[in-house]
């Protein structure tokens, strides 16, 4: 959310920011930590837990599986300035949604 992904930037925000210091208990892992828990821990759970999020919504109502729409819209971002989303990759990974 505010575009900080360098884990040493991470690691010095924890120690500044009174938002960043609460969102961890007050707690100040060093840049390897945090690379640690994002590379081995998080990224076998982040899937499990779109799915399960995804899940959720369908039961509260929220979303529908029923149809799924394709969107042309190119989006800028700000990590990728020049990457735009193609509907080409979109189809190709629609089994995975």
Known sequence: MNNIYFYR????????????????GNSR????????????????????????????????GYVSLEVQYIDGTKIESTVGRYTFVWRKPIEKNQSKL
């Open 29 to 60: 892992p060093d840049f390897r930590a945090i690379n640690y828990f994002q590379s081995k821990r998080l990224r076998s759970e982040i899937h499990h837990l779109f799915s399960e999020i995804v899940r959720l919504l369908v039961e509260l």
């Open 9 to 24: 930037k991470i690691e010095k925000v924890l120690g500044e920011n009174i938002h960043f210091m609460w969102v961890s």
